[in-house]
Every structure is written in C-alpha cells, then in structure tokens.
C-alpha cells in the first residue's frame, strides 16, 4: 500500500476517533482539539506545499461530510487546504522549522476558519465565539499537535534512515 493510500486510512480512523471520542470527551469549555487539521498539517510538514493544499482539500471536503456537519458545506476544505499549503511552504524554505510551524499552524488553523466563516456569512461566528471558543480551540490544538503531527509525519515519510557511527580508527586506511 503506498504512503498517500496509507494516510488516507490513517485520517479516516482520525475522522471515527474525532467524531465518537475527542467530540465528547468533557473538556473544560466549548472546544476540543482538531485532529483532522493537526493531520493535514503533519502531512504537509512531510510532503511539502502542493500535496498539502491537495490533501488538506480532499481532507476537508471529506470531513465537511461527515456527520455532525454543523458548518457551510466545503469550509473545512478551504481551511485545510489554505493550512496545509501554508504549512507546506513554511517547511519548504525552512526545513528546521517543522516543529514551529506545526505549533504555528495549530494556532493559525482555528483563526483561518472563524475569518474565513465570517467572510462567507456563517452566522454562528460572532463574539462569543472570538472570545471563548477560538482562545479554547488555539490551547487544545497546541496540546494536541506535537503528538499527532509527529505520528503523521512518522507515517507518511517513513521510518528515519539511522546514521551508521563508524570508528575513527576503522576509518584510517592503512599503508
């Protein structure tokens, strides 16, 4: 099974988890941590820009439509897709900073969907949500990124090839 065959399984089983455990665990507040978004940005993170818009479209659009969609139809994927290229470039010209730009778009991924919401006339963004959700979306998904990121990106690339370490002395030919 190829690595992008192999992520599309690994986030339908984050989709189920999200759904029937994250949704409902009680948490303190309205919130809870997006781990289809922390998906798509650990994929972009290992694949770089265009797969990550591509992958964050097709994720979002997959996740617009599965039950509880609350939300405008195709919202996720504008979200996941705009996360997932910007994740991806980050990573492109800094490859260094993955763990940063993974943090950075946990935060991002909450902000980019409440601006976009508003942009498209979703009437359940509005103060309350600026002020209680999203700040409780920004921690929760802060918390959850550096596990899941790191598990996506494993996945996705591959075990790490390991540096054999050679002993000087091996080293030295002799004459």
Same mark, same amino acid.
């Given at each position: 099974?190829?690595?992008?065959?192999?992520?599309?399984?690994?986030?339908?089983?984050?989709?189920?988890?999200?759904?029937?455990?994250?949704?409902?665990?009680?948490?303190?507040?309205?919130?809870?941590?997006?781990?289809?978004?922390?998906?798509?940005?650990?994929?972009?993170?290992?694949?770089?820009?265009?797969?990550?818009?591509? /992958?964050?479209?097709?994720?979002?659009?997959?996740?617009?439509?599965?039950?509880?969609?609350?939300?405008?139809?195709?919202?996720? %994927?504008?979200?996941?897709?705009?996360?997932?290229?910007?994740?991806?470039? %980050?990573?492109?010209?800094? !490859?260094?900073?993955? !763990?940063?730009? %993974?943090?950075?778009?946990?935060? +991002?991924?909450?902000?980019? +969907?409440?601006?976009?919401? %508003?942009?498209?006339?979703?009437?359940?963004?509005?103060?309350? /949500?600026?002020?209680?959700?999203?700040?409780?979306? /920004?921690?929760?998904?802060?918390?959850?990124?550096?596990?899941?990121?790191? /598990?996506?990106?494993?996945?996705?690339?591959?075990?790490?090839?390991?540096?054999?370490?050679?002993?000087?002395?091996?080293?030295?030919?002799?004459?």
């Amino acid at each position: 099974m190829g690595r992008n065959a192999l992520f599309v399984v690994l986030f339908l089983g984050v989709m189920i988890v999200q759904v029937t455990v994250v949704n409902r665990l009680p948490l303190p507040g309205q919130a809870a941590p997006d781990l289809a978004l922390l998906t798509v940005v650990g994929y972009a993170l290992a694949r770089g820009a265009a797969a990550g818009a591509v /992958m964050g479209f097709a994720a979002g659009l997959l996740s617009d439509l599965l039950p509880p969609a609350a939300h405008l139809l195709g919202h996720n %994927a504008l979200v996941f897709c705009l996360v997932g290229f910007l994740a991806g470039r %980050a990573v492109e010209s800094r !490859p260094s900073a993955g !763990p940063l730009v %993974a943090l950075a778009c946990a935060v +991002a991924g909450p902000v980019v +969907a409440l601006v976009t919401g %508003a942009l498209v006339g979703d009437p359940r963004t509005g103060v309350s /949500m600026l002020t209680e959700v999203l700040p409780q979306a /920004m921690v929760y998904n802060l918390i959850a990124a550096p596990p899941v990121v790191w /598990m996506v990106r494993r996945i996705v690339r591959g075990p790490e090839p390991r540096s054999i370490q050679v002993p000087r002395h091996v080293m030295r030919s002799r004459v």
